[in-house]
């Protein structure tokens, strides 16, 4: 008797753990077959900043919308997700992709601001490869240029100037590598390079002293003495402004002083 009450349990636990999956299975089919209900559902785990759970709710989206009006809403729904989840490159690579498939959408110049955001989180610092300041240059050059009249150009012209000043400091550390190993030429074209981009007056004033110590290792003190005199006159907050002081009067008088030994880190 007990035996048998014992076969009548399993059997009742085995269906009803069927009943369940099948519940369960049939409700991922019916989720399936309503766009609207899972995208509501991506939007729920967006605003919980559950960004994994979105993605893959934003991609089953796009799975089964590929084809319809929904799917410009789960492309940047996905891309969105990506970069709100510090996935950079994935986000760039969907904003990309959406910039191709609708150029006509009203959000174009959003994506093409975000496409340029993902390029500008990418960027190393001054002393490492600037690949990607130069794209999120271009893509923010791009925007101002397609959507003159969008309300993302101020931010794009604001980020456009810290872009150069990056590549700017940038040229400075290469300026000082190639003076260091007495590569003059490409150091006086590294630094004008640095002095042009310069948005920060330190940076602007340290590339046009660098100028002018590269002018004076080419034996060029006419020069020389010109960068040291606008550094006086139109850099005197420089924090440095006295080396170029010191440089010009040694260049006045014939003085010549010690050369000071320093480091350069390696790239």
Known sequence: MKRL????????????TSLLSMLKEEKENITVKSPQTLFQSAQRAMAHKNY????????????????NRMAETARLGLAEAYYKNGDYEEAAAVYQDYLKLHPLSPNSDYVQFKLAMCYYKLMLPPYKDQTYTFKALEAFKKLIRLYPRSPWVARAREKIAECEERLAQHDIYVGKYYYKIKKYKSAKMRFQWAFN??????????????????????????????CYSEILKDFGMWEDVDKAEEALTDLKTGRKHKKKLWILPWF
Do not use: D, H, R
């Not at 994994?52 to 590929?66: G, M, N, R, T, V």
């Not at 310069?198 to 034996?219: D, F, H, I, R, V």
């Open 5 to 16: 009450a014992l076969i009548i349990l399993v059997i009742s636990l085995t269906s009803c």
């Open 52 to 67: 994994k759970e979105a993605e893959e709710k934003f991609k089953k989206l796009l799975e089964i919308s590929s084809q």
């Open 197 to 226: 981009k310069a948005s920060n007056p330190e940076t602007a004033a340290e590339a046009l002293y660098w100028l002018g110590k590269t002018y004076e290792a080419m034996g060029n003190k006419k020069k020389a003495m010109e």
